[in-house]
């Protein structure tokens, strides 16, 4: 079982810069990837960003060339958002999925950006 603690949201104006950071606990050995992503008020849970064990990432289209996913130590994982926009503004979730494909889910960070 792997336990996550996101940390970083917080409120920034548009055009900005903010890094959330999640801390994986327990069985962190099993992670195969990690991803964030992120629900909006009244909008479905949508995938902002994903990293696997190799390195490789890939991102929503709305992100593209603005966020930034990385991992440290397969116990971190970070993600580097810039140039917010207020529709970026959302709940940010860290995900991590085991090699059973066993995913886990943090508790959430809010990221409010001002226009």
């Known amino acids: 079982q792997v336990q996550l603690v996101e940390s970083g949201g917080g409120l920034v104006q548009a055009g900005g810069s903010l890094t959330v950071s999640c801390a994986a606990s327990g069985s962190i050995s099993s992670i195969r990837t990690w991803a964030w992503y992120r629900q909006a008020p009244g909008k479905q849970r949508e995938l902002v960003a994903r990293i696997n064990s190799s390195g490789a990432t890939n991102y929503g289209d709305s992100v593209k060339g603005r966020f930034s996913i990385s991992m440290h130590n397969a116990k971190y994982t970070f993600l580097q958002l810039n140039s917010l926009k207020p529709e970026d503004t959302a709940i940010y979730y860290c995900?991590?999925?085991?090699?059973?494909?066993?995913?886990?889910w943090g508790q959430g960070t809010q990221v409010t950006v001002s226009s």
């Open positions: 995900n991590a999925e085991d090699w059973g494909s066993v995913a886990s």
